[in-house]
Nanobody, 125 residues
C-alpha cells in the first residue's frame, strides 16, 4: 500500500510561483509513474502533469504547458510540481497520484491506483 502526502499549497497572487511536493511511502517509489491532477470548485478533477517512473517521460495539460514543471527524485521518494506564472484559473485542490503500471504516465485518473489527500492552491488576481 502506497501513501502519498502533498504539501506546498497556499495562497499566492497572480504571476507568482509555488512548488508542490508529494512524498510517497509504503512502496517502491521508483516503480510508479506519478501524476498531478487538480479539482476546482464545481468542476471535475482534471489532469495537470505526469512523469514516468524514470523521469524520462513527461506530459502536461495544454493549460499548464510552459508554466508548470513536473519532476521527481527517486532517492527522496518525492515528486514535485513547480508552478510559475500562476493564474486565477489555477485555483484548485491539487492531488498527486501513483500508477503501478509504469511506463504510460497517463492522463486518465482511472489509471492511477493511489491518491494523496490534496493540497489547496489559491491564486488571487
Amino acid at each position: 500500500q502506497v501513501q502519498l502526502v502533498e504539501s506546498g499549497g497556499g495562497s499566492v497572487q497572480a504571476g507568482g510561483s509555488l512548488r508542490l511536493s508529494c512524498a510517497a511511502s509504503g512502496g517502491t517509489f521508483s516503480s510508479y509513474d506519478m501524476g498531478w491532477f487538480r479539482q476546482a470548485p464545481g468542476k471535475a478533477r482534471e489532469f495537470v502533469a505526469a512523469v514516468s517512473w524514470s523521469g524520462g517521460g513527461i506530459d502536461y495539460a495544454d493549460s499548464v504547458k510552459g508554466r508548470f514543471v513536473i519532476s521527481r527524485d527517486n532517492a527522496k521518494n518525492t515528486v514535485y510540481l513547480q508552478m510559475n506564472s500562476l493564474k486565477s484559473e489555477d485555483t484548485a485542490v491539487y492531488y498527486c497520484a501513483a500508477d503501478w503500471k509504469y511506463g504510460r504516465y497517463s492522463r486518465h485518473e482511472s489509471d492511477y491506483d493511489y491518491w494523496g489527500q490534496g493540497t489547496q492552491v489559491t491564486v488571487s488576481s
